[in-house]
């Protein structure tokens, strides 16, 4: 089945620890995308991807890091300088922007932070 | 900066009523997407407008393009349990193409 895989989906980290959320897409779309769904506040872009190798802040990036070495690998780097990591993060992926503008985004299950 | 407003946060329906959520944004949108989020789900795409006053139709579902190309809806005609959710609009941000910004949302329960 081709999909966009996040994994883990529940995961718990000490304070002042990194993570690494991982996320895998076999749909070969060139655009990926991080965001952060709290309560209340929509989805708020984190970092996206056009291509292999390049990768753009969103709105919130401070943070947060991410790679894009591979074109089905988006894998998002929590990092110990993000002031309140605990929220529900989707990964998204999407074909590549069409007559200029972003099209279909498909959302894999999310992956739930929890740090304490 | 540029946001999309999404309103009403929350509609509290009686199974057979309609529905509507409003989009609007501070500048022009080269399109608009709307998806569905059930509880506990993720978003899930529902369509994209690109056109300056279209609207277009999914079964009970209408949406709408405004002609300045700044607003949009999601109207629901007769609304069923199966139709409870968030839906999110959401909008490239002008000058940052690939940006896709969303809507806080408006979420929808019915009551039976």
């Known amino acids: 089945d081709g999909g966009i895989t996040q994994s883990p989906k529940y995961l718990f980290r000490k304070e002042g620890q990194n993570v690494t959320l991982s996320c895998e897409q076999n749909l070969n779309h060139d655009a990926m995308y991080w965001y952060r769904q709290d309560p209340g506040q929509g989805l708020r872009l984190i970092y996206y991807?056009?291509?292999?190798?390049?990768?753009q802040k969103g709105d919130i990036a401070e943070g947060y890091s991410v790679s894009r070495e591979k074109k089905e690998s988006f894998p998002l780097t929590v990092t110990s300088a993000q002031k309140n990591p605990t929220a529900f993060y989707l990964c998204a992926s999407s074909k590549a922007l069409s007559e200029g503008w972003s099209t279909e985004a498909f959302f894999g299950q999310g992956t739930r932070l929890t740090v304490v | 900066g540029q946001q999309v407003m999404q309103i009403p946060q929350y509609q509290h329906v009686q199974e057979g009523e309609d529905f509507t959520t409003y989009c609007n944004s501070s500048t022009t949108l080269s399109n608009i997407q709307w998806y569905k989020q059930r509880p506990g789900g993720h978003p899930v795409f529902l369509i994209q407008?690109?056109?300056?006053?279209e609207v277009k139709k999914q079964k009970r579902l209408t949406f709408q393009f405004g002609e300045a190309k700044k607003n949009s809806s999601l109207h629901i005609t007769a609304t069923q349990t199966t139709d409870v959710g968030t839906y999110f609009c959401?909008?490239?941000?002008?000058?940052?193409?690939?940006?896709?910004?969303f809507g806080k949302g408006t979420k929808l329960s019915v009551k039976p």
């Open positions: 959401a909008g490239d941000k002008r000058g940052s193409q690939g940006n896709l910004i």
């Open positions: 407008l690109v056109k300056s006053g």
């Open positions: 991807s056009q291509i292999v190798n390049d990768f």
